[in-house]
């Protein structure tokens, strides 16, 4: 074998690298999802970290949170910091504890119009392990690339939830996900993502136990349980 054709190789060999009829690898570089079928579907085997992850879904409550669960309560146990921000719901503060998740290292950015700009901050800081965000203004290509370039290279996984009317709109979230319900199931749709395209949709049977289902995006969070979870809001 020559050295070009032998360098070539090493080149891709590498698991940042990727072709257009495999899927990356990365796996130090991915968050395991918990469903296993899922994993497998997703490059690197997991969520990943450093980039941009969109979320499309047409209605809050079909499933979203829980599918989300596993890996945030994973960066959670590992001491990470999450920031929520404008999410569509307060969350049930004893549910969250009960799912795994550290409430003293949870901060809710109450961020109107500004959602876009504050998850972009909250990602340079480089202090959050998960940043989730529910833009309840229409995000332009400049922000969405903002975004991207803010999760870029490091280590935190960057989760933006967008309506599914985008789905056709072009985004440089390296992944892009479509979420709906489906008897009582959740049906996966991998819209985009480094490699070849997803041939099928998953069916993933989420569990979700009726009390823990219902409190998890609960309407409102009592103050006992606020004083108790110490969950972190920033105005």
């Not at 999410?87 to 109107?112: D, F, K, M, S, T």
């Amino acid at each position: 074998m020559s050295a070009a054709a032998l360098a070539l190789a090493e080149v891709l060999a590498r698991g940042d690298i990727w072709r257009g009829d495999t899927l990356a690898g990365l796996p130090e570089a991915a968050i395991p999802s918990g469903h296993p079928e899922l994993d497998a579907e997703l490059p690197g085997g997991g969520w990943p970290r450093g980039n941009l992850t969109e979320i499309l879904v047409d209605r809050n409550g079909v499933g979203e949170m829980h599918l989300l669960l596993p890996a945030l309560a994973a960066l959670s146990a590992a001491g990470g910091w999450l920031a929520l921000v404008a999410p569509p719901w307060v969350p049930y503060a004893p549910a969250w504890a009960a799912a795994g998740l550290a409430l003293e290292r949870v901060v809710i950015v109450r961020a109107g119009k500004d959602a876009a700009w504050c998850c972009e901050q909250l990602l340079v800081s480089g202090g959050f392990s998960g940043v989730l965000a529910w833009p309840a203004a229409a995000i332009d290509a400049r922000a969405l690339r903002r975004l991207q370039l803010a999760a870029e290279g490091r280590s935190g996984f960057a989760c933006l939830w967008r309506p599914l009317s985008v789905a056709n709109a072009p985004s440089p979230a390296p992944l892009r996900v479509q979420l709906a319900a489906d008897n009582g199931d959740l049906l996966v749709r991998i819209l985009k993502r480094r490699g070849r395209p997803a041939a099928r949709p998953l069916n993933l049977n989420i569990s979700r136990p009726g009390r823990l289902a219902r409190a998890l995006v609960g309407p409102s969070l009592s103050l006992a349980a606020a004083r108790s979870a110490a969950i972190k809001a920033v105005a």
